[in-house]
């Protein structure tokens, strides 16, 4: 007997009571009953659901950041902490190995001043003057309309021209997820495809993109997404951000789609909420006629559907016509399960979201110490890891097609021999870290104490300490030595043995005690008798 028959016939052989304890075994994901009936049962492709629906989830993103306050919340927290108000700082490591026959070891020497002349070009075209074609946004500007397009639409495309702009031959036009068309797709003789507006080569590599061609008439008065006219780019002149979430994903989606369903509800919930108290605000009442009674409204007021209406100002006094009873209508609003309700519906945003609930909620009752530094620093490291991928898809984009173009150019001048800096040691110079900004506590005393023992115990170092506050180590060196120097030459004093005399207290510490917030949950300490850990 073959094996698909054997198997057919062991499979007739198994009554439903069996057939029903072998499902319970199973995966209860994998369970179908009626519990499960309006969960996925198969699978689509991820680039299929954006084609289907790319265009509706960004609208409906966009609709969400001009109306809703949390969207809007959101995106702010996102500029704040990703970019922050300083944007991201350059810091150029190009330098040369060297045999120090000492240690018969290689060393690498940084080339400091060919990094200090690049970095200083480049914070130049960094203002708004040659930024961006339009010349409307500085670099921080410019970066963070790059990451919250990104994070609200799902993506952006970010266009490198390079030519006779400026003095440094680069600059950036950025380009909606509009005009690359979700529904432009081609199958072409040479095998090549088209997908999604994104030209590949046969071999699966990106070769260039198609975006509708536009003009401002288009925007304005037409419908400039479905433009037949299109333009093609080629992919090395194209910076496609978007984060992607799924192996072989195409597209990007926005950032607001887990939670986006909730918060529309919970908008909709809020205004019928405040409909409703307004409405129990009025006390409005309600006129019915009594019985035996045929009642008849003279000079009073009717709408369009011959409905008697009477508008009441406050402490007006109102005379109920003969033949009617006069009775109130109380909605009972605010109702007392409306925050608590509020506040479940958030949490669950607050995660789809990856954010701290109560930055997000703008609710800090019943916070402690501990909850809060536990939220910020889980918020932080989400920070940390979108400012990697900004630099990633971004940032290092931009810096390499400037660095080519201002070498090219020769606007990178030596300011004592008058020579530029050049083309040919474009790798050499084509080192960079881009460091985002960083965080203060709310008890920076603590923070360099235990930075203090940690360099003390060989558990960190001076330089990750630095660094991770957004600084250079050997900048933030030089800068003491400087003052240092600056500080002896002038007053006659020696800074670092002026700052070792200062006495130092003990930080006291006393039992956590309620911190008086109405609800008797949160604590807060006493640190040399200052109130701590409440908001």
């Given at each position: 007997?073959?094996?698909?028959?054997?198997?057919?016939?062991?499979?007739?052989?198994?009554?439903?009571?069996?057939?029903?304890?072998?499902?319970?075994?199973?995966?209860?994901?994998?369970?179908?009953?009626?519990?499960?009936?309006?969960?996925?049962?198969?699978?689509?492709?991820?680039?299929?659901?954006?084609?289907?629906?790319?265009?509706?989830?960004?609208?409906?993103?966009?609709?969400?950041?001009?109306?809703?306050?949390?969207?809007?919340?959101?995106?702010?927290?996102?500029?704040?902490?990703?970019?922050?108000?300083?944007?991201?700082?350059?810091?150029?490591?190009?330098?040369?190995?060297?045999?120090?026959?000492?240690?018969?070891?290689?060393?690498?020497?940084?080339?400091?001043?060919?990094?200090?002349?690049?970095?200083?070009?480049?914070?130049?075209?960094?203002?708004?003057?040659?930024?961006?074609?339009?010349?409307?946004?500085?670099?921080?500007?410019?970066?963070?309309?790059?990451?919250?397009?990104?994070?609200q639409d799902g993506e952006i495309f970010v266009h490198h021209l390079k030519g006779k702009y400026n003095k440094y031959g680069y600059t950036i036009q950025l380009i909606n997820a509009d005009y690359c068309d979700e529904m432009f797709n081609q199958e072409l003789p040479n095998g090549e495809l088209i997908i999604m507006g994104i030209h590949y080569t046969a071999t699966g590599k990106v070769k260039g993109y198609w975006f509708n061609k536009r003009t401002l008439k288009d925007e304005l008065i037409y419908n400039y997404y479905s433009a037949s006219e299109k333009v093609f780019i080629p992919a090395e002149r194209i910076s496609h951000v978007f984060i992607k979430e799924v192996d072989n994903q195409l597209r990007g989606v926005t950032q607001f789609a887990p939670a986006a369903l909730r918060v529309k509800m919970l908008s909709g919930w809020d205004e019928a909420s405040l409909i409703h108290a307004r409405a129990a605000a009025c006390t409005t009442g309600v006129l019915k006629p009594k019985e035996n009674s045929n009642p008849d409204f003279i000079g009073y007021n009717k709408d369009s559907d011959n409905n008697v209406v009477q508008d009441l100002a406050p402490n007006e006094m109102f005379v109920v016509p003969d033949g009617y009873d006069f009775g109130t209508h109380d909605p009972k609003f605010p109702h007392e399960q409306h925050a608590p309700f509020n506040k479940s519906i958030l949490?669950?945003?607050?995660?789809?979201?990856?954010?701290?609930?109560?930055?997000?909620?703008?609710?800090?009752e019943g916070v402690t110490w501990t909850s809060s530094r536990t939220a910020l620093l889980d918020e932080r490291d989400g920070w940390k890891d979108l400012q990697s991928w900004f630099v990633e898809h971004f940032l290092n984009d931009v810096y390499s097609n400037w660095l080519e173009m201002a070498l090219l150019s020769g606007s990178i001048i030596n300011p004592v021999t008058g020579n530029s800096l050049p083309i040919e040691k474009y790798e050499k110079f084509n080192e960079m870290q881009f460091i985002g900004r960083r965080w203060t506590w709310v008890d920076p005393e603590k923070e360099i104490n235990a930075n203090v023992k940690a360099v003390a115990s060989f558990q960190s170092t001076l330089e990750k300490i630095v660094g991770e506050q957004g600084y250079e180590f050997e900048e933030i060196i030089d800068q003491i030595a400087r003052e240092q120097a600056y500080i002896k030459d002038k007053l006659g004093i020696d800074l670092i043995s002026v700052l070792n005399k200062i006495p130092t207290e003990p930080v006291k510490e006393t039992p956590e005690e309620n911190n008086n917030n109405g609800n008797g949950n949160g604590k807060a300490k006493r640190i040399n008798g200052i109130r701590v850990g409440e908001y």
């Amino acid at each position: 007997m073959k094996f698909k028959e054997k198997i057919l016939n062991l499979l007739g052989a198994v009554d439903k009571r069996h057939v029903s304890e072998l499902s319970k075994r199973a995966f209860a994901m994998a369970q179908i009953s009626r519990s499960t009936n309006d969960w996925v049962a198969f699978a689509r492709s991820i680039n299929y659901d954006i084609k289907s629906g790319g265009k509706l989830l960004r609208d409906r993103a966009r609709d969400m950041a001009k109306n809703d306050p949390y969207a809007k919340k959101l995106l702010k927290m996102v500029r704040k902490n990703v970019i922050g108000p300083d944007g991201f700082t350059l810091r150029v490591k190009s330098g040369e190995y060297s045999y120090n026959p000492k240690t018969k070891t290689f060393d690498f020497e940084l080339d400091k001043s060919a990094n200090q002349l690049i970095q200083d070009a480049f914070w130049r075209w960094g203002n708004k003057k040659y930024c961006t074609n339009k010349g409307d946004l500085s670099f921080r500007e410019l970066n963070q309309l790059v990451l919250s397009t990104a994070f609200q639409d799902g993506e952006i495309f970010v266009h490198h021209l390079k030519g006779k702009y400026n003095k440094y031959g680069y600059t950036i036009q950025l380009i909606n997820a509009d005009y690359c068309d979700e529904m432009f797709n081609q199958e072409l003789p040479n095998g090549e495809l088209i997908i999604m507006g994104i030209h590949y080569t046969a071999t699966g590599k990106v070769k260039g993109y198609w975006f509708n061609k536009r003009t401002l008439k288009d925007e304005l008065i037409y419908n400039y997404y479905s433009a037949s006219e299109k333009v093609f780019i080629p992919a090395e002149r194209i910076s496609h951000v978007f984060i992607k979430e799924v192996d072989n994903q195409l597209r990007g989606v926005t950032q607001f789609a887990p939670a986006a369903l909730r918060v529309k509800m919970l908008s909709g919930w809020d205004e019928a909420s405040l409909i409703h108290a307004r409405a129990a605000a009025c006390t409005t009442g309600v006129l019915k006629p009594k019985e035996n009674s045929n009642p008849d409204f003279i000079g009073y007021n009717k709408d369009s559907d011959n409905n008697v209406v009477q508008d009441l100002a406050p402490n007006e006094m109102f005379v109920v016509p003969d033949g009617y009873d006069f009775g109130t209508h109380d909605p009972k609003f605010p109702h007392e399960q409306h925050a608590p309700f509020n506040k479940s519906i958030l949490k669950s945003v607050a995660s789809g979201w990856d954010v701290s609930y109560h930055t997000l909620a703008s609710d800090y009752e019943g916070v402690t110490w501990t909850s809060s530094r536990t939220a910020l620093l889980d918020e932080r490291d989400g920070w940390k890891d979108l400012q990697s991928w900004f630099v990633e898809h971004f940032l290092n984009d931009v810096y390499s097609n400037w660095l080519e173009m201002a070498l090219l150019s020769g606007s990178i001048i030596n300011p004592v021999t008058g020579n530029s800096l050049p083309i040919e040691k474009y790798e050499k110079f084509n080192e960079m870290q881009f460091i985002g900004r960083r965080w203060t506590w709310v008890d920076p005393e603590k923070e360099i104490n235990a930075n203090v023992k940690a360099v003390a115990s060989f558990q960190s170092t001076l330089e990750k300490i630095v660094g991770e506050q957004g600084y250079e180590f050997e900048e933030i060196i030089d800068q003491i030595a400087r003052e240092q120097a600056y500080i002896k030459d002038k007053l006659g004093i020696d800074l670092i043995s002026v700052l070792n005399k200062i006495p130092t207290e003990p930080v006291k510490e006393t039992p956590e005690e309620n911190n008086n917030n109405g609800n008797g949950n949160g604590k807060a300490k006493r640190i040399n008798g200052i109130r701590v850990g409440e908001y």
